[in-house]
T-cell receptor, first 115, second 117 residues
Framework: AQSVAQPEDQVNVAEGNPLTVKCTYS??????LFWYVQYPNRGLQFLLK??????LVKGSYGFEAEFNKSQTSFHLKKPSALVSDSALYFC?????????????FGTGTRLKVLA | GAVVSQHPSRVICKSGTSVKIECRSL??????MFWYRQFPKQSLMLMAT?????????EQGVEKDKFLINHASLTLSTLTVTSAHPEDSSFYIC?????????????FGPGTRLTVL
């Protein structure tokens, strides 16, 4: 069965410091992996995705994520956090071998960047 | 590009009435749209997958007679909550994708907050 784990409910980081939001996944085949951000009372905004190729994926707003197949992880990173990055972040996976187009979402990690 | 809109953004209705929520892809043709439900401080729960011109595929436990989904065109899908009850109050979010077979990204609407009194 497919699953996504975001082990931290909340991450606090000081403005200007690097941030990491963790995500691990479990699929039977090869994954497509996604990160989305959600601001209060809004839908999800796409940040980046891994399909194939280079393990380091760069996305919107200075975010990047590294696909690590051996650790089945896809952690989201940013070198220097901004207060405006404070939001709810979701990792999602789709099993390319499953025959379904569904995403499985993690439970979300609330990022709080402190001024 | 890849903008998805939802209407209304917020709706309050009386118990027993029906509510229709629209999801539109504004600048692309969406072969597939998805409907999610999000409870406070929780993740997104997929309700159904909707393909243009065909019947929606509902997830286990989702009542298809209660949550009617229509995907009549490549830019519009609607979710109708029939005979709404207070437990249907939630944040409903749609997403759209051009070609899921090519791992195309799902683009999400801004959501609709439904409150049933």
């Amino acid at each position: 069965a497919q699953s996504v784990a975001q082990p931290e409910d909340q991450v606090n980081v000081a403005e200007g410091n690097p941030l990491t939001v963790k995500c691990t996944y479990s699929v039977s085949g090869n994954p497509y992996l996604f990160w989305y951000v959600q601001y209060p009372n809004r839908g999800l905004q796409f940040l980046l995705k891994y399909i194939t190729g280079d393990n380091l994926v760069k996305g919107s707003y200075g975010f990047e994520a590294e696909f690590n197949k051996s650790q089945t992880s896809f952690h989201l990173k940013k070198p220097s956090a901004l207060v405006s990055d404070s939001a709810l972040y979701f990792c999602a996976v789709r099993d390319r071998g499953s025959g379904t187009y569904k995403y499985i979402f993690g439970t979300g990690t609330r990022l709080k960047v402190l001024a | 590009g890849a903008v998805v809109s939802q209407h209304p953004s917020r709706v309050i209705c009386k118990s027993g009435t029906s509510v229709k929520i629209e999801c539109r892809s504004l600048d692309f043709q969406a072969t597939t749209m998805f409907w999610y439900r999000q409870f406070p401080k929780q993740s997104l729960m997929l309700m159904a997958t909707s393909n243009e011109g065909s019947k929606a595929t509902y997830e286990q436990g989702v009542e298809k007679d209660k949550f009617l989904i229509n995907h009549a065109s490549l830019t519009l899908s609607t979710l109708t909550v029939t005979s709404a009850h207070p437990e249907d109050s939630s944040f409903y979010i749609c997403s759209a994708t051009r070609n899921p077979g090519l791992a195309d990204t799902q683009y999400f609407g801004p959501g609709t907050r439904l409150t049933v009194l």
